[in-house]
């Protein structure tokens, strides 16, 4: 079943004069099905948040879709109006970014922003509406969501309030949750507590969800498949177990094999040489050739295309060719 | 929002925006309009002597208020007319410009020097050193700045150098305020902390790390302080306490026009009086534009 | 020299606080609370705990960047306070650090020459011939090409920052440097890079490191003790393998659990903690991680434990002192 499925998407960033392209988000293809959890890796600037603003049709003013389709429960997303776009963020597609206190507002309380989704998208009334931000609130595991709702964001630590930030997302039982490096500004036991949360939403509503994070153990432990992205493509992508134990692509490889692990004790890392790209002047042929322990002549001259390694893994990369 | 606007419009939306910017309304754009009549009144300043066509400080009395060329009565001679001692408009205006901004850019740099230093100390050395410079900063930013001048000038007597050291005296704590404020925060990052691991004394902490950190918001600072500077000096001589007659200053030629105005000698107070509007909205568009552009931080000053 | 090169003993930090409306009232922050360690020469002292716990400022009383207010730190066996002004000097040149932001750590307006070398002029005289041969071998040695020295800062990427930062604390030679999360502002793909050069330098040249990360794999990677804090306070405290292995302390198994797998095969019990860290301005009473404690008696409420020996580390809990004493 497939719930989300992005077709050959490619985003651009146009700079004032037209002078600088970024290609943020280029020919990348990727599905996610009813009820499972994708992770999006990959490095600062590699156009992760891009893609997922893309899914939401939410892009700053420089940004363009130059090419591709979003199907999402059999429609595609790019062909609706902004009016029907409207529609679908926050009710079926929702959103958790990365930085809590900027996704709240100070001047409302917590049950004001709760309720706001639900009598926008739910014509619901006010006070249902605030009974149905108790519920929401209690599904977050919020102590006494009763007091809690007449207070303010400032009243609440950083882990509580990435909660409220939860329970604003699935208020109107979205499909598909977008979350975009949800816990990187809490703390590890507070994260661990956050992840559960988010895992036993994603149960009990039979949630969709992208998970889009730098850290591998996120990925390890959250999600069902894994896409890798450097330099806007999608290098690869598959199954979390397979892509863990038997990577296709030379970049995967390396960075599974350059995090510390806590059994390894200390045993020297391998690390991968040289700087991420320049986004606006990536190398010709693979993006990562530079940096690659196994790069063939070709690599430096021409972009390896997306070839299938094994069921629902994909990898781009000549040496899988 | 993948759409790309209509190709026809385009070409003259692309001429009113480059109308728009040399009026330089916009902060975005270089303020072309305010940097080109900066430069054309420094120029005039520097070579006042060629292009004056007359002594400003002489007149003939035979040639009293007569109005600029294009008018009834006017002569080749005095473009823009003569005051009421006979002495050319045109040539006292060009002066004049020398005068004020030569006044006014030491004063903006006696100050400049002056509150950067104290406001780099009171930030970074805090304590007791603090406590003295800001009370004195309160007590100075709670008197009216004219006034305070004009009690100043009152003291020392009128002359182009005391001006000088009048304004400074007066504008200096503008100066240390903000860059205190500036200062606090540097001192706070990293760079300073490694500094004083590296073992750094606190003079060279505050002549490498801090200072030049602050440069910038002190020169935006300055620019933004001209105008003010330059009205504060044409009110003094306006009001007889700032340069001394018979110099030519934007100020005392306004003071002396004024009694003309009903008379019908309108240039004597106008034509002053848009030099010194032109400068003073120059020097704040371009601080503008510069504060916009090194911090946007310093906009709520 | 076989004595440790700097000891820390109950060294204590609280800030003073302003509260309530006319700022009268203060309160105080017990950031750092009795903590006492010590740092080989040539090994690593990795310091772990949740955000706000006192790592920074424990760092910061280290490198004299703040006075303790309590206890003492000696340097070579020898109590820093004693010192004079020439043996600070000496510890200000043996004592170095790393910050977590490559991009505040380095002055904007000078050139990487000028950053690198400025420990060097400041506590050397040397010639500008001298200063460049020295800064050249600098940065050779934590790889960035010679020609670096004349650019900026912000012509470089976080993590050659990063490598420019820890060239200028090499600069003197140091003993100790104190490397406050110098990866975690760092991409991924970077970070085994830093992490293998600070390793490299520590065989190549005998320093020691005092090591703060959230990353307890990478803490694990990089050190041979460690310590763990809780609200200003250690908890427990020993050698790296063994604590990482089988922590003992409540709270370190709490916070090893919640490191993530490196692997989706990697199975591993999951201790989900309860509630929120307290404000280090009220922290509980007794032992300060009994509100969230799985393990809690009625005694931890009462009675603060202290650090003692269980299982060749120290573990600050009363799980492990053995008979626990009738009530009284
Ligand atoms: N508003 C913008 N204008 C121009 N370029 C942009 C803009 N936003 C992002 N970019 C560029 O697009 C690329 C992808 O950025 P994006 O934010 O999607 O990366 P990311 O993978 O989310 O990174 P991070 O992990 O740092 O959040 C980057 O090279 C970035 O510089
Ligand atoms: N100058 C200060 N004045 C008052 N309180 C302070 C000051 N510096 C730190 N604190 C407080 O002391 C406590 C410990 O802070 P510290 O920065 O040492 O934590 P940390 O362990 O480094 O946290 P993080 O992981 O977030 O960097 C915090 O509660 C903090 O608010
Ligand atoms: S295509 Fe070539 S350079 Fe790119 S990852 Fe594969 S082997 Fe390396
Ligand atoms: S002393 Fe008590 S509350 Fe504290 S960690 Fe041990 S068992 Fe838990
Ligand atoms: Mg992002
Ligand atoms: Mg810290």
Redesign the interface.
């Known amino acids: 079943m497939k719930l989300l499925e992005l077709r050959h998407l490619s985003t651009h960033y146009v700079s004032a004069r037209g002078a600088r392209v970024t290609r943020a988000v280029d020919d990348v293809s990727l599905t996610v099905g009813e009820g499972e959890t994708l992770g999006i890796v990959g490095e600062s600037g590699s156009g992760k948040t891009t893609l997922a603003l893309s899914l939401l049709r939410l892009l700053p003013p420089a940004a363009r879709i130059v090419s591709g389709e979003i199907w999402f429960e059999g429609e595609d997303l790019l062909t609706k109006s902004h009016r029907e776009m409207r529609r679908v963020r926050g009710k079926r597609i929702a959103m958790i970014l990365q930085d809590p206190l900027a996704s709240l507002n100070p001047l409302f309380t917590v049950g004001d922003q709760v309720a706001e989704p639900l009598r926008v998208h739910e014509g619901a009334s006010r006070g249902s509406a605030w009974a149905r931000a108790r519920e929401l609130l209690r599904a977050v595991r919020i102590a006494a969501p009763e007091t809690r709702v007449r207070e303010y964001p400032h009243q609440l630590s950083g882990g509580m309030r990435q909660r409220i930030v939860g329970a604003i997302a699935i208020s109107c039982g979205p499909r598909l949750l977008i979350a975009d490096e949800p816990t990187t500004s809490l703390d590890l036991t507070i994260q661990a507590q956050y992840l559960q949360l988010l895992r036993d939403l994603q149960r009990d509503r039979g949630l969709s969800m992208i998970f889009i994070t730098h850290n591998l153990g996120i990925v390890a432990r959250m999600c069902d498949h894994v896409a890798v992205m450097y330099a806007g493509r999608l290098v690869e992508a598959g199954p979390v177990a397979r892509i863990f134990s038997s990577a296709a692509h030379p970049y995967t490889q390396a960075l599974l094999e350059s995090i510390p692990r806590m059994a390894d004790g200390r045993k020297r890392l391998t690390a991968i040489d040289g700087q991420p790209p320049d986004p606006v002047a990536l190398p010709p042929g693979c993006a990562f050739h530079p940096r690659c322990p196994k790069v063939l002549d070709r690599c430096r001259k021409e972009a390896p295309p997306e070839v299938r390694v094994a069921a629902s893994h994909t990898s781009r990369c000549w040496l899988a060719s | 929002?993948?759409g790309s606007g209509p190709a026809a419009g385009s070409s003259r939306a692309a001429a009113l925006t480059l109308a728009w910017r040399f009026a330089s309304f916009r902060s975005e754009g270089f303020p072309v309009l305010p940097v080109l009549i900066l430069s054309v009144l420094v120029l005039v300043a520097v070579f006042a002597n060629v292009l004056a066509p007359h002594d400003p400080e002489v007149g003939a009395l035979g040639d009293r208020f007569r109005p600029p060329a294009w008018q009834e009565g006017g002569t080749r001679d005095h473009l823009l007319g003569t005051d009421h001692l006979g002495r050319d408009v045109l040539s006292r205006l060009v002066f004049g410009a020398r005068v004020s901004l030569v006044v006014g850019f030491m004063a903006v740099i006696f100050a400049g020097i002056l509150g950067t230093a104290l406001g780099i100390l009171s930030g970074y050395l805090g304590g007791w050193v603090d406590q003295v410079i800001m009370r004195v900063t309160d007590a100075w930013l709670a008197l009216p700045a004219l006034t305070f001048a004009i009690f100043l000038a009152a003291i020392v007597g009128p002359s182009a150098m005391n001006i000088v050291i009048i304004l400074a005296a007066v504008y200096w704590t503008r100066y240390a305020r903000v860059i205190r404020g500036e200062v606090l925060s540097l001192k706070e990052?990293?760079?300073v902390?490694?500094?004083?691991?590296?073992?750094?004394s606190k003079r060279?902490i505050m002549r490498?790390?801090i200072l030049?950190?602050v440069v910038n918001s002190g020169i935006v600072l300055a620019t933004l302080m001209l105008g003010v500077v330059i009205v504060t000096e044409a009110s003094l001589s306006f009001l007889g306490v700032g340069v001394p007659p018979p110099k030519p200053a934007w100020g005392l030629m306004l003071a002396d026009g004024k009694k003309g105005l009903m008379a019908g000698y309108w240039w004597l107070t106008v034509l002053p009086g848009t030099c010194i509007m032109l400068l003073v909205l120059s020097a704040n568009l371009l601080g503008d534009w510069l504060r916009v552009k090194f911090d946007p931080q310093l906009r709520q000053l | 020299m076989a004595g440790p090169v700097v000891e820390a003993l109950h060294l204590t930090k609280h800030f003073p606080v302003r509260g309530g409306f006319l700022a009268r009232e203060t309160a105080v922050v017990r950031a750092v609370d009795e903590v006492s360690f010590s740092i080989e020469p040539g090994r690593t002292l990795g310091l772990v705990g949740e955000s706000g716990c006192g790592k920074t400022t424990t760092a910061k009383l280290v490198l004299l960047l703040e006075q303790p207010t309590a206890g003492m730190i000696r340097f070579e066996g020898r109590d820093l306070q004693t010192l004079d002004r020439t043996m600070l000097h000496g510890y200000r040149r043996s004592v170095q650090a790393v910050f977590q932001d490559p991009f505040a750590s380095l002055n904007p307006r000078m050139r990487v020459d000028q950053i690198i070398a400025e420990p060097l002029v400041t506590h050397e005289r040397l010639g500008s011939g001298e200063v460049a041969k020295r800064v050249a071998r600098l940065l050779e040695l934590v790889g960035l090409p010679d020609r670096s020295a004349d650019l900026f800062p912000h012509e470089f990427s976080g993590g050659q920052r990063q490598r420019i930062a820890i060239a200028r604390s090499l600069a003197l030679s140091p003993k100790l440097v104190v490397l406050d999360e110098p990866v975690s502002a760092l991409d991924v793909s970077i970070r085994a890079q830093i992490l293998n050069l600070l390793r490299d330098l520590q065989a190549q040249l005998g320093l020691s490191y005092l090591f703060i990360a959230h990353d307890l794999a990478a803490v694990a990677h990089m050190s041979h003790t460690i310590a763990v804090m809780y609200l200003g306070r250690i908890v427990e405290i020993g050698d790296a393998a063994t604590v990482a292995a089988t922590p003992k302390h409540p709270y370190t198994q709490a916070l090893f659990s919640a490191a993530l797998p490196s692997h989706p095969g990697e199975k591993r019990e999951e201790i989900i903690l309860a509630g929120e860290v307290p404000s280090p301005l009220a922290p509980p009473a007794g032992c300060r991680f009994h509100p969230r404690c799985p393990h809690a008696m009625e005694r931890c409420g009462r009675e603060e434990p202290t650090l003692l020996r269980e299982a060749g580390r120290l573990v600050a809990c009363h799980l492990y002192e053995g008979v626990i004493p009738a009530r009284s």
């Not at chain 2, 902390?193 to 750094?200: E, P």
């Open positions: 929002m993948n990052r990293d760079f902390r490694l500094a004083i691991v590296a073992g750094c060279t490498r790390h030049p950190n």
